[in-house]
C-alpha cells in the first residue's frame, strides 16, 4: 500500500504567480473551493470551511509546517478523506501535503505530495487514499487554471 501521493503538472505561468495561488489564503481558497478565516502562517492552525459545492458543512482545518517562499508551502491535516464520522470525531491522524514549485523554460512544474497514510488504520486508509487521490488530481488541475487565467 502506498504512504504517498504525488501530483506534478505543468503552469503556464511565472513561479511567484503560482506561489501566490498557493500562499495567499483568500486565493487558494478560490480554486480549493475553502473558504479560510486566516493567513498561513508557520506552527499555527488555520481554519475554515469547504466551499465545494455538496461539501459546505465540512470544516477545513490544517497546521501549516514550512513556507519557503516562491519553493514550498507545506501543512498537515486530518486525514478523514471526506468521511464525516472521521470529521466529526477529530481523527488523530494527520498527513503532509507539500507544494514544491520549480521554474521551468514554459513557467512552473508545481509537485504536490500527501504522504503519511501508513499511520491511518484500515479500512479508512484505503478511502482517505483513493479519496485524496481523486481530489488532488482535480486540485492541480483548479490551480493550473487559476494561476494561467
Not at 121 to 132: A, F, H, T
Amino acid at each position: 500500500m502506498p504512504d504517498c501521493i504525488i501530483k506534478s503538472i505543468d503552469i503556464a505561468a511565472p513561479v511567484a504567480t503560482v506561489w501566490d495561488a498557493i500562499i495567499d489564503h483568500e486565493k487558494f481558497g478560490a480554486w480549493f473551493l475553502v473558504a479560510l478565516d486566516q493567513p498561513f502562517t508557520v506552527g499555527e492552525a488555520t481554519t475554515g470551511h469547504m466551499t465545494y459545492p455538496g461539501y459546505e458543512h465540512f470544516p477545513w482545518v490544517s497546521r501549516t509546517v514550512a513556507i519557503e517562499p516562491m519553493t514550498r508551502f507545506a501543512f498537515e491535516w486530518p486525514a478523514t478523506g471526506g468521511d464525516e464520522e472521521a470529521i466529526r470525531n477529530g481523527v488523530p491522524e494527520w498527513t503532509l501535503v507539500e507544494f514544491v514549485l520549480e521554474p521551468i523554460a514554459t513557467g512552473t512544474r508545481l509537485t504536490v505530495t500527501e504522504s503519511g497514510f501508513d499511520k491511518v488504520p484500515e479500512p479508512r486508509r484505503s478511502n482517505v487514499l483513493r479519496d485524496n487521490e481523486g481530489g488532488w488530481a482535480e486540485q492541480v488541475d483548479n490551480v493550473r487554471r487559476y494561476a494561467e487565467r
